[in-house]
């Protein structure tokens, strides 16, 4: 496995080994035609060419663990955070965490946490990698990068790690993309609409970020609905897989993509600047996150212009 590290300091998560993956070869059960594409359009898919160098110490990573359901469908694997952590306790999340000096590159953060986490095996051969996405930005000054990987071995059972998890379940990857709920809901959720949003103040970007929440059809029982990144990073992926945008639209009116948010946070934010200087990176040299393109269709091609790059400012000192 090649390293993602670039000359000098600092991760160029764009640059990631890329294994040879045909789904028409791969021992996988039964699939519907929507599913095999996505599979197909997932494995193929390139993240484009990013300027931006990110600082290891602010770097972490989520798996976005696939597998195919008794149906063909795909689903994908999502975590209760244990209530005794001191961060995002009882949360509905992605396995995942911070990069550390042993791994060699952002896939292997990811694999390691969800070995760490819910015991899924580092074999590339059962958990193949299907891709890696642009980065995110999360609200604890952390850029995320999701490792995109599909479950093969149907014999795997979980091994939770309960001070880190309180349990594990899965949910339709298409169901990012909808409004309408994949399951009834019970009587007592009648009444609540399985996608929601709010427009929220970033606390990393000037300007309004856009908030998704999708009900996990296990309120009754006490687990959270998914919201926030992990919600972000599943509509992305379902979104590049399936080819297609969601039913409701995504983004806040003048939202900045992630990579301008970013860009943003790299030039401006003082905990980011610490951690570039400190490996080496100047900070103000990063690219302005006006210059940078919006690319969020599905395909990675420009989707229509949007406004509001003006609030990309550095804050008045």
């Given at each position: 496995?090649?390293?993602?590290?670039?000359?000098?300091?600092?991760?160029?998560?764009?640059?990631?080994?890329?294994?040879?993956?045909?789904?028409?070869?791969?021992?996988?059960?039964?699939?519907?035609?929507?599913?095999?594409?996505?599979?197909?359009?997932?494995?193929?898919?390139?993240?484009?060419?990013?300027?931006?160098?990110?600082?290891k110490?602010?770097?972490?990573?989520v798996l976005?663990?696939?597998?195919?359901?008794?149906?063909?469908?795909?689903?994908?694997?999502?975590?209760?955070?244990?209530?005794?952590?001191?961060?995002?306790?009882?949360?509905?999340?992605?396995?995942?965490?911070?990069?550390?000096?042993?791994?060699?590159?952002?896939?292997?953060?990811?694999?390691?946490?969800a070995?760490?986490e819910?015991?899924?095996?580092?074999?590339?051969?059962?958990?193949?990698?299907?891709?890696?996405?642009?980065?995110?930005?999360?609200?604890?000054?952390?850029?995320?990068?999701?490792?995109?990987?599909?479950?093969?071995?149907k014999?795997?059972?979980?091994?939770?790690?309960?001070?880190?998890?309180?349990?594990?379940?899965?949910?339709?990857?298409?169901?990012?993309?909808?409004?309408?709920?994949p399951?009834?809901?019970?009587?007592?959720?009648?009444?609540?609409?399985?996608?929601?949003?709010?427009?929220?103040?970033?606390?990393?970007?000037?300007?309004?970020?856009?908030?998704?929440?999708?009900?996990?059809?296990?309120?009754?029982?006490?687990?959270?609905?998914?919201?926030?990144?992990?919600?972000?990073?599943?509509?992305?992926?379902?979104?590049?897989?399936?080819?297609?945008?969601?039913?409701?639209?995504?983004?806040?009116p003048?939202?900045?993509?992630?990579?301008?948010?970013?860009?943003?946070?790299?030039?401006?934010?003082?905990?980011?600047?610490e951690?570039?200087?400190?490996?080496?990176?100047?900070?103000?040299?990063?690219?302005?996150?006006?210059?940078?393109?919006?690319?969020?269709?599905?395909q990675?091609?420009?989707?229509?212009?949007?406004?509001?790059?003006?609030?990309?400012?550095?804050?008045?000192?």
């Amino acid at each position: 496995m090649s390293s993602i590290r670039g000359s000098g300091s600092g991760l160029r998560l764009s640059q990631f080994h890329r294994p040879q993956f045909d789904v028409n070869r791969a021992p996988i059960p039964e699939l519907t035609a929507e599913s095999r594409r996505c599979i197909q359009t997932l494995a193929s898919y390139r993240p484009p060419k990013s300027p931006l160098r990110y600082p290891k110490s602010r770097s972490a990573a989520v798996l976005v663990a696939l597998f195919v359901g008794r149906m063909g469908d795909l689903y994908v694997l999502l975590s209760r955070r244990s209530s005794s952590l001191r961060t995002y306790a009882g949360d509905t999340a992605l396995p995942g965490g911070k990069w550390e000096p042993r791994d060699k590159s952002i896939e292997k953060t990811a694999r390691r946490e969800a070995f760490e986490e819910i015991g899924l095996p580092l074999d590339y051969k059962k958990v193949p990698l299907l891709c890696i996405l642009e980065p995110f930005l999360a609200r604890n000054q952390l850029i995320v990068t999701p490792v995109v990987v599909l479950i093969l071995d149907k014999t795997l059972r979980p091994i939770l790690n309960r001070a880190e998890v309180a349990s594990l379940f899965s949910h339709p990857l298409a169901a990012f993309l909808r409004s309408e709920p994949p399951f009834p809901l019970e009587t007592q959720m009648l009444e609540l609409k399985y996608h929601t949003y709010t427009d929220i103040e970033s606390n990393t970007v000037p300007g309004k970020v856009r908030m998704h929440t999708f009900l996990t059809g296990r309120e009754a029982g006490g687990t959270k609905p998914i919201f926030g990144l992990t919600a972000s990073i599943l509509i992305e992926v379902a979104s590049i897989g399936y080819g297609r945008e969601p039913d409701f639209e995504p983004y806040a009116p003048g939202q900045p993509t992630w990579q301008q948010r970013i860009a943003h946070a790299l030039r401006y934010d003082p905990v980011f600047r610490e951690a570039e200087r400190a490996e080496g990176i100047d900070p103000d040299k990063t690219p302005n996150p006006e210059s940078l393109p919006d690319t969020r269709s599905p395909q990675g091609k420009t989707r229509r212009k949007r406004r509001g790059l003006g609030l990309l400012l550095p804050p008045k000192l």
